[in-house]
């Protein structure tokens, strides 16, 4: 179920009524236990309804993750437990090797072979890839890897690793979840929290907005000028660059504000995935404000085993640039999201070099550094966007050969004109000046006065056809 | 809950005033089709008909009233909905339907055909035509911000622009295509795997249908492109088989060889409209004087 779907807005309030309707019924701690049944049957089920044959992938991953966890946990030398926790990694990893990479792979042999004079045709797999498999595999991985450290204890209840895994606010697009987080909370029995609720109310409300208004918006211009880039003037191309920036940000933020509201209103608190990333003074700093459970995953499990920063400059940027290669990798199967995932890691190599990853000293640099952070972040999602490199860099050429005016469709640009300034100026003031935020949201006339258009925004202004959003094909 | 129905209802009579007072854009179209289109003549489809036949020398050279009501993206899932005001008018006799496959038989989204239709949901069967596509919007069309959804801006430039009565629906392109001509012959291979949809497919046969039943001259019109991206095996066999006249401009060369008559691979500019409309003329005098209502008509 995504959540700007018009099955979202009739389901989920019979979701929520039952779910709470289920604590009243049963007293004590069986409450607990059946709401949490209830949340399980859910979460299967609405994964049910996309596809049965994939539900049982993430069932297969569930049960292999769990049953590895709890070998692991009985053998105490480390030796042995190698051999169990990659034994458990690889079959996790399996279907996400078969349904994403197979394809890249052997087409890449094929590449290779060629190149050395063999001619192959691989064989191709022209399966769905399941929706979140990426993301409920490496939750899943995460858990295996922090009963293998000795971190946390292996999970006992099946039930309850179920739901961990499956948890449908977040199984689609995130936030990655860490163990120690959601197993409690799906553990304790829960009592409906009116103030968490109005917070869940507010986040779902403004992940709406970012999503329908400003990201599937700005997707119609971008897609126009992406799907035949040199038929318009370079101008054009820059223009739709920074929209693209702009979108993914609504895109991917807007699901993970919606889920965070969801599970906030099923009284869950998972872990805020963004924070104004485009305010960020350095592309280091980007990564502590975008996608920050993927960025919190990498650093835990890829980049501290390497490493980390407490090694030699050398392999610190070595370390930083393998856990950006995954990262690229983890985006999708092709070229481009790796040089994506290179240039972020080389950015940050150089500003690691130059010292730029501190946070700046004088306020006066804050926006220059804040500018020049997009900019590199901007171009970067072009490659990210465009289906290989050397469209990006074509397109790259093209914006700085064709400087003509932009094509401007007017009605376009009217819905920007509304959408954007809202969500700069919310993020501008969240950023620096918080307390004239908090001073506004005391009188109940703005608060309402604010919900009321955000809510009517949507309905006039959002693209309301259910789209997918970008982060579920990851 | 209160504040926004009272805000639901307000922005929607708000819009239904401001639709009612466009003197042009697609707006006013939309709106005279619904209020008052009676002419005899009707062209409908997609930006292929509205830049493409110019009512006035159809007006001129059979000496019947015409109007274009071919708008924008739209196919069968609108036009249909257009036949059914149509028909509440009285009027019409004839009706030239461009054909565009996407638009008409192929799958796409079915969706993107309802806002230009939503001006007209209480007309008897447009409604059903909303629910057919998406059973949800009997319950969205319920409030009137969706209504208006994604038509605001729309709606204010067609009340700041000039009126366009005076061409009666037609949609003039002015510029020239500097490309060169895409045009191919279709490939079996690849127009076999095609998806049909079933829905529109269904409205179209519906459309044929219910011309032949009201008496109302049904054509189908094929008009020039230079893209290689169309498929019309479907749409042909469909007219062969329903015995609807199909006019299409494969006969005459000049229209794939003069690129100066298109403004882009899928359009004419209003030269190239002008010519195709006068040659046009010429195959639907044939037509028309065979066709069941010709004692009515005066070519």
Redesign the interface.
Known sequence: MIFNS?QFVWLFPLIFVLYWGCSRLWPGRRAGDVAKYFLLAVSYGLYAQWSVPYTLILFGVTLVTFFFALLIERRKAFGRKKYIIWAGVSLTLFPLLVFKYFNFITGAGASVLQWIGIDAAPPALEWVVPLGLSFYTFQALGYLWDVYYAKIKAERNFGDYMLFVAFFPQILCGPISRPDELLPQIKSPREFDYTRAVSGLKYLLWGMFLKVVLADRLGIYVDTIYAEPLKYSGSSSLLASICYSLQIYGDFAGYSFMALGVARLLGFDIIKNFNRPYLATSVSAFWKRWNISLTRWLTTYIYIPLGGSRCGKLRTYRNIMLTFLVSGIWHGANWTFIFWGVIHGAAQCVEKFLGWNMAPRGKWSVLPRILFTFVIVNFAWIFFRLPTIGEGWEVIRHIFSSPAAPYIH??TF??LAVAVPIVVAADVMREFTPGILAGLNRYTVVR?SAY?IL??LI???????SGQFIYVSF | MA??MM??LA?GMAAGLLRQRAPGGVTHKAEYIRQRADEELVIVGSSRASHHIVPRILRDSLGVSVYNAGMDGMGIVYNYGVLLQLLRHGGVRTVIYELTPWNDYLTD?N??YLPNLRNAYGVPGVDSLFWSV?P?ER??MM?G??R???M???L??DNLSAATDTLWGYEPLWSRYAGASRLQEEDPSVSGKYEYDPLKIDLLKKFIRTCRERNIQLVFSVSPYLDRNYSYRYGMALAEKERVPVVTFRSEPQFFEDISLYQDPSHLNNTGAELYTRWLVGKLKPILADSPGAGRDTI
């Open positions: 018009f007017p009605t009217f819905h309402w009321v809510l009517t309905l006039t202004f959002g693209v309301l056809d | 504040i926004m805000v639901d922005v989204d969706g993107q998406d949800s319950i969205k409030s911000l969706y208006v959804n994604s605001l801006p729309r204010g430039f």
